[in-house]
Structures are given as C-alpha cells and as structure tokens.
C-alpha cells in the first residue's frame, strides 16, 4: 500500500521504534551471532522465530530493510547484504538456473558483469547482452528459457536512460522476471514498482549511507514469492550485512531527500556548465537532452542525481593525467554517492559485445559531492589548463 506521507517525512521515522529500545531515537547497533531460547519448546520452532542467527536477521537488520521498503511504494519486503554487487548476485542467481537464458544490458555494472561471464556462464547460464536502446525490441531476444530480464537505468559510465515500461511489457506478455538497478535515482526519484517492475536493487554504499565510509546492499520484492526465493539465496550463500553498516546507512536515510536534493543541483548546475566548455565534447547526463533516453528520464523519473559522464576532446592521457594528478577537490576513486566530488576515468570499449561504444573523445564519470558549487567549477577550470 502506498504511504500517503511525503518520501522525505517518512525517510524521518521508517524503521525507527524509540519505544522498544528506551526511548533512544536510533536504532541501536545489534552485534549479535547467537539468540538465545527460553525453552526447549521455543528452539523446536526457531525457524518461525523472528530472530534465530545473526547472519539471518537482527533487530538492526530489520530495522533498516523496513525503511527501505517503506520507501518503495508497493514493496513487500527488502533483504540486506554485504554489499552493492552481492545484491545483485542474490538476484541474478535467484532468478537463473542451468540451461536458462537471461537478458542482460550491455552497459551492465562491470563487476556484475563478470560474475556472468566468469561464474553464470560456468554453471550453465546463457547470458546475452542487449543494446539498452533496444525498448520493445527485446522481443526478439525472447526464447523459451529467457528467465530474467535486468535493467540498469542510466547505465553505468555511459547514462543512457531505458524506456521501461517497454521491457515490462515484453516480460509480463512472456511471464518473465524484470529487476533493475536503481542505486542512481533511488526510490526518492525512480518508484520501481509503479512500473510494475518485480525487484528493485541498489547499492545502499553509495547514496543510501551517503557518507563514503560503508558497503552495503539490499534488494526489495514487490511479491512474497520472489522476496522468499531471494531471502533463500542470500542465506545459502552465507551473505549477511555488518551491524555497523546498517546502523550507518540507517542514520544516513535520516538525511538522503536533502542530500539528494543538493547532489541533484550541483549536478545539474556542472552538467549544463561543462556543457559550454570547449574542452567537452559531450556531456552525458540523463537530465540534458543530449543524454541517450532523456525522453524516457522526463517520463518516469522524478529526478536526477549527483552522477553523470562527460567525454573530453583531448584523448592523451599524458595531458589527461597532468589535469587529473594536481586536481584539489575533485579526487580520482571508485565508487560514488558520498559528500565528496570524483571523477572516474574509465572508458566502456573493451565492455560492450551487443553494441560498440563509438562516442569520440575519453570518457570520465563525474560525481558532484556536497561541495559549493563555485569551488567545483574553479577546480576543475584549473584542471582544463593544465589540461
């Protein structure tokens, strides 16, 4: 059911039960492995007890996958991992099985993809890679076995924006699953299952913590059978989240409408400024029509975020790293999300097989941090003279 409350009010108290632990405002750190039975009679139906083994659930794990459902309108329960990518292993694995085939785009995550090529592969999984362009097109890649369709959207490093109701469509028509990537927009800007997409996956390192200090995941179901069948494959692969993690990310929920709200400005204010540099050959950024799919971003998105791609002119990389090496606040690491501004200097030809990546010039994600705008700007003009 959809909570009538605004996403911000309700990021202000989901999960939170002060009554049940003294009357502390945040859920306390539960550093358990053992849960201890009252009597014999009780350990007989432990497996019908709310917590029965720290690697399954505790009262801090509940806490925070509650909040993360509460987010979601029409979620019907949301699992916690150890990180981004574990998540979306759970998934992947939950949802293929020797001799299926599942859809993948081509602009996938590039850890995710490597656990398909080097470990689905191997168990007899059949993966292919889609155009993410490709809309109601992935018909065609349709066969019997296709078992799951995934989405990232924007897609990593390049940000083109899918057009989803369109693989929906196609799913629901050939009774297959869809689960998407949302760690860009979070349920702030993008609501998954108003699409009526099944599983909604974000790594809650990035945005969700928002402090670049925790590795975290966690997937939401819209259905019992696929939150169940997911809870499954999580606990056989002895995946759990850290006590400490969720405790983190749950204090930084508290804060994430107004972090987003200020990522999504700066965001916007850089996209639309490198835009007019000389040194820019183009700007990839899902709110700026230049941005593959941008007429698909207006319709079912909310909002942007903080990250998004530019390709500069220059393509030495001798010249590249004497911009890069003495930049002041923008520094070069992986990852995103948190307070502070990056750039990401990697380039998507060797990844992509469905469709080359031919856009000209050396590609660099950006992420816009909590940072006075004016100051990223001045950085980064610096940068470009060295440059």
């Not at 066969?143 to 924006?161: A, D, F, Q, R």
């Amino acid at each position: 059911m959809k909570d009538s409350k605004n996403i911000s009010t309700r990021l202000a108290h989901l999960g939170s039960e002060p009554i049940s632990y003294h009357g502390a405002v945040n859920m306390p750190v539960h550093r358990a492995s053992t849960f201890v039975f009252k009597t014999f009679e009780e350990f007989k139906d432990c497996f019908n007890a709310e917590y029965r083994y720290g690697r399954e659930a505790t009262p801090t794990s509940r806490a925070f996958e509650r909040t993360i459902t509460g987010m979601h309108n029409g979620g019907y329960g949301s699992l916690s991992t150890s990180s981004g990518l574990a998540a979306i292993i759970a998934v992947l694995m939950s949802f293929s099985k020797n001799n299926s085939h599942i859809l993948v785009p081509d602009n996938l995550y590039g850890f995710a993809r490597g656990f398909c090529d080097e470990t689905l592969t191997n168990l007899g999984v059949e993966i292919e890679y889609y155009d993410p362009m490709i809309g109601a097109d992935i018909e065609k890649l349709v066969k019997k076995n296709t078992s799951l369709i995934y989405l990232e959207s924007p897609g990593s490093l390049t940000y083109e924006v899918q057009d989803l109701p369109a693989f929906v469509k196609v799913a629901k028509k050939h009774n297959i699953i869809t689960a998407i990537d949302n760690s860009w927009a979070t349920p702030i800007n993008l609501q998954p299952f108003e699409l009526d997409i099944d599983i909604s996956i974000m790594s809650a390192t990035k945005y969700i913590s928002g402090h670049s200090d925790a590795m975290l995941g966690v997937c939401t179901c819209a259905k019992q059978e696929h939150y169940e069948l997911v809870q499954s494959t999580i606990r056989q692969l002895g995946n759990c989240a850290g006590s400490e993690e969720l405790y983190l990310a749950l204090r930084g929920l508290r804060t994430l409408s107004l972090r987003m709200e200020q990522h999504t400005k700066s965001g916007l204010e850089l996209a639309n400024w490198l835009s007019t540099r000389d040194e820019v050959n183009k700007v990839l950024h899902p709110a700026l029509p230049s941005c593959k799919g941008h007429e698909f971003w207006k319709r079912d998105f909310k909002g942007a975020s903080g990250v998004f791609a530019i390709t500069l002119k220059e393509t030495d990389e001798t010249k590249i790293a004497k911009m890069l090496d003495s930049m002041e606040i923008f520094k070069m690491g992986f990852s995103w999300g948190g307070y502070e501004s990056l750039f990401f200097p990697e380039q998507p030809h060797a990844s992509r097989t469905a469709k080359n990546w031919d856009e000209p010039g050396f590609l660099m994600r950006v992420h816009s941090g909590l940072e006075d705008i004016d100051d990223l700007k001045e950085d980064i003009k610096r940068g470009f003279a060295r440059l």
